[in-house]
Nanobody, 114 residues
């Protein structure tokens, strides 16, 4: 089974940007849809953005116009470009298939604070 490892998180000021990466241990070409999810303290995990193998995307209303998901099948990597970050974007970000498989990676922490 393909393993997914997230990276790219960090501490950023409001209005700043980060680019998250999700590296797969094998090919993601056959995976119909990939997604980025996040879980803030005390809240349920939520889908932030998703992308199909054909490149179609969809986003949570809270991030539309600010986040962009993309995938590079040749590099077996999925990206999440996050711009105009807000404190409410603070969370641990995970990538997974969509719908998600039962196993989750460690995620990458994103903290938006001045």
């Amino acid at each position: 089974q393909v393993q997914l490892v997230e990276s790219g998180g960090g501490l950023v000021q409001p209005g700043g940007s980060l680019r998250l990466s999700c590296a797969a241990s094998g090919s993601i070409r056959s995976i119909v849809a990939m997604g980025w999810y996040r879980q803030a303290p005390g809240k349920q995990r939520e889908l932030v953005a998703a992308i199909t193998s054909g490149g179609s995307t969809n986003y949570a209303d809270s991030v539309k116009g600010r986040f962009t998901i993309s995938r590079d099948n040749a590099k077996n990597t999925v990206f999440l470009q996050m711009n105009s970050l807000k404190p409410e974007d603070t969370a641990v970000y995970y990538c997974n298939t969509r719908p998600p498989r039962p196993a989750w990676g460690r995620g990458t922490q994103v903290t938006v604070s001045s």
